[in-house]
């Protein structure tokens, strides 16, 4: 299993630009989530799908979309992008929420954006 | 409402000494509590979790949290720090799928 898969590593973009952040898990977890990681700070949930077609806003998601078409596939849009947007940004999965969200989150690697 | 505060930015703490971080939550509900660890430039890693079981968590690579519903808290603990063990440690408070709360992390460096 190659777990939860994130492209690109790095991507530096301009003040305007789009582009689409990857995620793809092989664990066929229903649960899927973006967060994004400010330095020296926790992540914050921007949006979740508790499976395909389904798709919900979390904490953070004021500039940016999701997609949900498949079970493995979780991308991340963001259609103009602004300096604010800099940040690592990480896409996880889970079985499912589980009684009182227990279930256990495996995360990717992370995608560094860099907006300038 | 959820919130989660990690006490300690940064720890350091000499090899082979005790690790102990700290984490205070705040819940309406009855929380699942969770330890993550990142090492620079990867992703987040499960250390252990509570989920209304066992107040004493065991979780990997010698690790321990114990829940404490009187004073709303979960420290981690390693008896032993190893040099391996220097990363950043986020304490993450959920009580469903989308009401996920990170702790600020504390960075933990180990003094050879």
């Known amino acids: 299993n190659a777990g939860v898969t994130q492209t690109p590593k790095f991507r530096i973009l301009k003040i305007g630009q789009s582009m689409t952040l990857q995620c793809t898990q092989d664990m066929n977890h229903n649960y899927m989530y973006w967060y994004r990681q400010d330095p020296g700070m926790g992540l914050k949930l921007i949006y979740y799908?508790?499976?395909?077609?389904?798709?919900d806003k979390g904490e953070v998601p004021n500039g940016y979309n999701v997609s949900r078409s498949t079970t493995e596939d979780f991308p991340l849009r963001l259609e103009l992008a602004a300096p604010s947007q800099t940040s690592v940004y990480f896409c996880?999965?889970?079985?499912?929420?589980?009684?009182?969200?227990?279930?256990?989150?495996?995360f990717g690697p992370g995608t560094r954006l860099l907006v300038l | 409402a959820q919130s989660v505060t990690q006490l300690d930015s940064h720890v350091s703490v000499s090899e082979g000494t005790p690790v102990l971080l700290r984490c205070n939550y705040s819940?309406?509900?009855?929380?699942?509590l969770f330890w993550y660890v990142q090492h620079p430039n990867k992703g987040l890693q499960l250390l252990l979790k509570y989920t209304s079981a066992a107040t004493l968590v065991k979780g990997i690579n010698g690790f321990e949290a114990e829940f404490k519903k009187s004073e709303t808290s979960f420290h981690l603990t390693k008896p032993s720090a190893h040099m391996s063990d220097a990363a950043e440690y986020f304490c993450?408070?959920?009580?469903?799928?989308?009401?996920?709360?990170f702790g600020s992390g504390t960075r933990l460096s180990i003094r050879p």
């Open positions: 799908s508790v499976g395909a077609g389904i798709t």
């Open positions: 993450v408070v959920k009580s469903s799928a989308s009401k996920i709360i």
């Open positions: 996880a999965s889970s079985p499912s929420g589980g009684r009182a969200g227990q279930e256990t989150q495996y």
């Open positions: 819940s309406s509900y009855s929380p699942s």
